[in-house]
């Protein structure tokens, strides 16, 4: 469906984009992930068509739209503000697309009608200003803005952002509902780690203008495939020499040369290791509540390590108690010292 | 070759040329080339011989016998820094701070300056404090022996000039005082701090750039003043320029040369304020670091004494602001007998001073009764007076659009992203040159420069003569209000979310109907602003049309001024009276462009469509329920 080959964009001497190469497969959630800065949104800049490339081709369906107009693209975006009209009213934003089209006012009138009842918009609602809605109605009008014209693609530049947290997990959801029943092809940008993992079908990690890992959200989340996506992907322990010297004695098969890093949720406390784990010394040093689940930190002598325990709200630990963390050596993501990881979660 | 050809010839591409080419001609010929004219025109001066003296006019200056004026606009400038300051800080903390009963009728007075200034304004004070003055004769009537003569002189000028100058603080300063965050006026009373120890170390510090920057805007008007020291007789720069503008060389000695050099020492004192200004504004001002601030609560005198003297000193200050304007308002609808004898007739009401003719019949020195037919005459029906009002109406229409018009196009070209950055900053420069000269050297070079037939920019026509003077006053007008329309409109684009024309570009719009369908309608409301603005400013300017001095150039503030010299003569017997009339209507008009811009234009949309909604409703309450109309009608 889209294909970004060899895409390389350079701002003066700073180079942007180093050899992108992305495959969007049609009807695909896919998403670009990364920190501020990573080149993220300047890849879907380069699609859109508002940035060109020094060098390599966007091409959509087989065609080759490197050097092909924005206004002729066909690709819908939805903005970060989601650039609304303030001086128009919300039938009149939907339109204006279709206007400059310069479709007969009859049709324009069907259309818009037909793309708000999608996107759940009333009647009352197409007349009034932009203003007078509220965040979730402004997503969804700049949703139906996107789509009335029919385009092939439609883009998002962390269009959730805005938004206070209760409200982002709403429009989260409905954003995929809309995807699903409407079946476009959608490329999503954003730095939020969750939101990627729940919406996308597929995500590319970017950092400092490079592609660390294309994959699944499974995959990206258990099978990292660098040192920078295992820390920049959910929250993570690194465990320390000692911490791995005690594994190797216990029979392990790790090596403590290379990074080794382990996700919270692997760890448990006070529960019988199974065969090929092993259980270490440690005592509670602080407790975070988090309802549904609760994060334990635990001195385990050489390092302090994070573990999260659901809340059953019978095996709960008090800050002081001696406890055991299990860990299975499998569930270590491990990589070869390199480069500094700077990660901006 | 063709394809380059043809991208050269692209309509984009001619407009660009044509775009450049206006603002070079703009600025080089109606800018820089008369104002070098008028400085090199002081090193021209030709001695009795005939010879070219470059310095005769220095040493002049030097002599002494020019020093007068100079001295006198510097007096009057530094004067009126410490009572305008005076004056509008106790108006704001009269009115903001203290807890002073009636406070909003007292701002409401406080306020009329906005609503008429310049000639109208001191016409009006004449009307009340000049020799032959309403206050004036009672107070000669109660003391024989009271100086009639009063209100004349620096006294006079520096009195009006007072009360006239204010408007800034009441629309700048008032702003500040209500930005501050009262939780730092409680942190510093927490603090044990006494009231007014609240007052000087926390709330006038955090005015002090504001204060600044009005401090050096009274210093430059002061400098410029010209309506009230030309009314009310006092030797200073302006009026001198006026008068020897019109004067020549058979009269006095090099009268231009002269008029030129005092025109420069403006315009150096001009630039070195506006200098240490913007490096002032530069260093930023103080920033509320507040998370959540808090809405200023006003503080009660807790002082019996001192509470008593605020308000007497709150309602004194309102007494002389609203005396001038109800007596005006009064006096505009009394009829000619009452305002001769300055004394309110309740049988006298008329409204002869806006709308009709009358004869006058008097009985002459002879025993003879004589009739003057057509003597007296309302504003509207006053020929000459209507010819001003006209005029002025139309030129002031004419010159603000056209300001309004190059900064939108001059900031559309600024604000693309696609263009240079340099050529940009020139435009942007070369627009806001106009602010760093008085408006009096512009139209003084306007009327030496053009005063020829070899311009040969402007077809070599002679843009003073006649009716061309019209053209002239125009595009000084339209030069002169080109910085003030560049700094409010530009910053009307910077509130363009840069996204909001990508959406338009996403969507298919090209460049211009980008402009046109996105980016107009969102400065829209700041560009009328600034139209209206601009036309207040212009419909009752008087400095300006008074340098050019010329017969087909009579604006309105000139017929007004004309009008204290018409009083004295028989043929206009209510002159007086439609000089209230007139003052009036310019209050009417500034009042109804006022509520236009702050009231009507600062609404949104979503304002816009809930008050229509609201009035739909009261509508069918009132007549039933209409046809629905078109609902996707464009809004």
Redesign the interface.
Known sequence: MIQLKDIVVKFGDFTALHDINVQVKEGEFFTFLGPSGCGKTTTLRTI?G?IEPVSGTVTVKGRDITHVP???RE???V???Y?L?????V??NI???LK??KLKKQEI?QK?REIARKVDLS?EQ???????LSGGQQQRVAIA?ALV?GPAIICMDEPLSNLDAKLRVQLRNELKKMQKDFGITTIYVTHDQEEALTLSDRIAVFNKGYIEQIGTPNEVYNFSKTEFVCNFIGDINRLSDEVMQKLKAAGADVDPGKHNYVRLERLHVNVDPLPGQVALDGKVTMREYYGLYIKYYIDLGSQTIKVIEKNDGVRIYEEGQSVKVILDPRDIMAYEPGEEVEVAQ | MSQGLDRKLRPETLLRVFGIAFFAYLFFGFMLLPCLNTLTSIFRTKNAAGETDPFAVIRFFLAGKMKRYVWNSLKLAIYLVVTVNVVGISLVLLTEYFDIKGARILRMGYMTTMIYSGVALVTGYMFLYASDGMLTSLMKNAFPDFNPNWFSGFNAVLFTMTFACTSNHMLFLRNAIRGIDYNTVEAARNMGARPFKVLLKVVLPSLLPTLFSLTVMTFITGLCAMSAPTLLGYDSINPEIVRLAGSSTADEAFPQARAALLSIILAMFTIVLLTVLSAYERKGHYLSVSKTKAKLQKQKITNPVWNVIAHIYAYILFIIYMTPVVMIIVFSFQNYSAIKGKRLDLNGWTLINFIGKQDYTYTNDRGREKTVVGAISGVFSNEKTLGGIKLSFLMSAIAAALACVIVVVACNYIFNKKKSKLSGIVLEYSLLFPWLLPTILICYSYRTYFNSNDVWYVGNTNLYSKENVRFLIIMAYTVTKLPFSLRMIKASFYAIDDELQDAARNLGSSGLSTFLKVKLPIILPSVLAVFALNFNALFTEYDMSATFQSPQGITYAMVIQGMLADATRGANMNALGRRCASTVFIMIVSGIVLYLVYGVGSRDLGERLEIRKRRRERWEKLFGKTEKKEVNKTL
């Not at chain 1, 197409?126 to 007078?132: E, H, I, P, R, T």
């Open positions: 859109t508002f924005i206004e002729k690709i819908g975006i903005f970060q503000s650039a009209f303030p001086t128009m009213t039938y009149d339109a204006f697309g400059i089209k009138d818009v009647d197409l007349q009034k200003a932009v203003s007078q803005r014209t």
